[in-house]
């Protein structure tokens, strides 16, 4: 280019459509070299764009960073509309105060904002072979809808001022395998990543969104790497959207500068046609903050053997796990730490599948049926190895809902499942247990063997008229008492001690005598672990 011009001429060597540019610059208006023919406007299509609707980067960096001044009554801003932006743009360390806006076009090269400062960026629908934006910082908005990008986009520690939108953006990997890389990102509003697809990995580790992330409908695929998300310690202040999207919109090019874009869907509602979150590779959100929730209503996991949904030692108030059970890999929630967990018994994985040791959830709101004993399938699934802590936590969580008897039977579970780490004599001791009184958490069959015992005993002793030890001092003979005294291993009812019991009968009365203590102690064993938890 030639020398730079003064701040209110055109520079001499200016092409067509760079002095259309250049004059829509001052003006704030839309420089639009599109042929109006949606085959010929296609950006990311195979045709070649003439040189009637090129210009230089070079000249695209002088308009933002040392452009003219505005045509009085008029504020200067770039905004283009089909239009071929060959050579590369380069705006490393500037700060760019014009509004910039550019739909449908096509970058030869990559686009280089490494530390540059914008107020509002909007890139609708462009072709960019690139996108290098780390440390990127930015007043308003940053909006890359419906780009396709061939390398990659990187907003390494960006700080976004309002609201980031790359909606149905579609991003290959870059030469480290990466599609997006945002670590340590702040965007101070939302994040919007509806139907988006990244063909790599999705890093976000360390960022912020101060209101909601949204990923409805998204694909992520890294059939190449680990994960197809890795975003530990992301924090999002409201909720983390990773479902399905209703598909009930019509997409395209709205034309309009005003997002959306023509996006709408949201959540399906019953009977909506949806597409699904699709997950391909490993999912990582360990000792993530959400504000609000981590919905995964309608998510695809599709996981290698050794790949993980990781949310480990998450906080939430809450968390919805309602999307299709993983055929493989492994869902782990060590250490999390959830208000509500609102699930479906469809959606877990089986056994080997899920990890929950340390999972603290306080209430549960299953989608659908989901009836006691599947969620006891969903305990042992997720405990290869015996571990009292997730029966317990959920017995507690039924406890305190008012599920009293479902709570006994998660800890009846427990004993049964701890019976079998046992040494051969006390697995014995355990059977005659759990066949008696049931650990103590069925007491009415601790009454029914007590009744049947007295009554068995009474038909036993009423056979016989024993004679008294002390023949001037006894009370009259009662088989009845006397049966009820010999199972009562605390209370003195008179009778036991007062009769002479010689042979069988000495035998019959040692073994009620023994069976009485062994209710009273499986018993009040029972009562007391249901009176520590309590």
């Known amino acids: ?32 070299l599109s042929a109006r023919a949606a085959e010929l ?22 308009l933002l960073l040392h452009g003219p001044p505005p045509v009085p009554g008029r504020v200067a801003s770039l905004k283009l509309r089909g239009v071929r932006i060959t050579g590369r743009l380069d705006l490393s360390g500037g700060t760019v105060e014009p509004y910039v806006e550019l739909q449908s076009c096509r970058f030869d090269s990559e686009v280089q ?3 540059t400062r914008f107020g509002t ?8 072979p690139r996108l290098d934006a780390s440390r990127l910082h930015t007043e308003g ?16 520690d960006a700080q976004i001022g309002t609201d980031l939108l790359i909606s149905q953006a579609v991003v290959q990997r870059d030469s480290r395998g990466r599609a997006i890389a945002a670590d340590g990102m702040a965007v101070a509003q939302d994040f919007q990543g509806e139907l988006v697809e990244a063909y790599g990995e999705v890093s976000l580790r360390g960022s912020k969104v101060g209101g909601s992330m949204n990923l409805r409908g998204a694909r992520l695929r890294n059939p190449h790497g680990r994960r197809a998300l890795n975003a530990p310690q992301l924090t999002v202040e ?35 046609r949806a597409r699904r979150f699709e997950c391909r590779g490993g999912l990582r959100l360990d000792d993530g903050r959400f504000g609000d929730a981590v919905d995964l209503y309608g998510a695809r996991f599709v996981l290698a053997e050794e790949q993980e949904v990781s949310l480990r030692r998450i906080q939430t108030p809450e ?35 899920v990890s929950i040791e340390g999972f603290v959830y306080e209430n549960l709101a299953p989608r659908g049926h989901f009836p006691l004993v599947r969620r006891l399938e969903w305990v042992a699934a997720a405990t290869p190895e015996f571990s009292p802590e997730p029966y317990e936590r959920l017995a507690s969580v039924l406890r305190a809902s008012g599920e009293d008897a479902e709570a006994r039977e998660v800890l009846l579970a427990k004993q049964r499942r701890r019976r079998a780490t046992l040494p051969p004599a006390a697995k014995a001791w355990g059977y005659v247990q759990d066949w008696t009184v049931a650990y103590g958490y069925r007491p009415g069959r601790a009454a029914l063997w007590m009744v049947l015992l007295w009554a068995a005993g009474a038909l036993l002793f009423a056979q016989i008229a024993p004679a008294a030890i002390k023949r001037d001092e006894h009370p009259e003979w009662d088989p009845l008492l006397y049966a009820l005294d010999l199972l009562l291993p605390v209370i003195d009812l008179g009778q036991q001690g007062q009769w002479m019991m010689k042979g069988y009968w000495q035998w019959g009365s040692t073994v009620l005598v ?21």
């Open 41 to 62: 406007d296609d950006p990311h299509g195979d045709r070649v764009w003439d040189a009637g609707r090129s210009v230089r980067a070079d000249v695209v960096s002088l």
């Open 141 to 156: 908005d940053l909006h890359l809808p419906r780009c396709r990008v061939a390398r990659g986009i990187r907003l390494t």
């Open 1 to 32: 280019m030639a020398d730079a011009p003064r701040a209110d001429e055109e520079p001499a060597d200016l092409g067509e459509a760079e002095r259309l540019m250049w004059r829509a610059f001052r003006t704030g208006s839309v420089c639009d």
């Open 319 to 353: 968390l919805r796990f309602v999307g299709e059970k993983p055929e493989r890999g492994r869902v782990v929630l060590s250490g999390a730490k959830v208000v509500k967990l609102v699930d479906a018994s469809t959606s877990w994985p089986g056994p080997g599948g």
């Open 514 to 534: 023994l069976l009485g203590w062994i209710l009273a102690t499986t018993v009040a064993a029972g009562a007391s672990r249901m009176l520590r938890r309590g």
């Open 121 to 128: 960026l909007r890139l609708v629908n462009c072709a960019v």
């Open 113 to 115: 904002l490494s530390e």
């Open 238 to 272: 409201r909720t983390l959207y990773l479902t399905s999207i209703a598909v009930d919109y019509v997409p395209g090019d709205s034309g309009s500068s005003t997002p959306p874009y023509g996006l709408g869907g949201q959540t399906p509602a019953r009977g909506q």
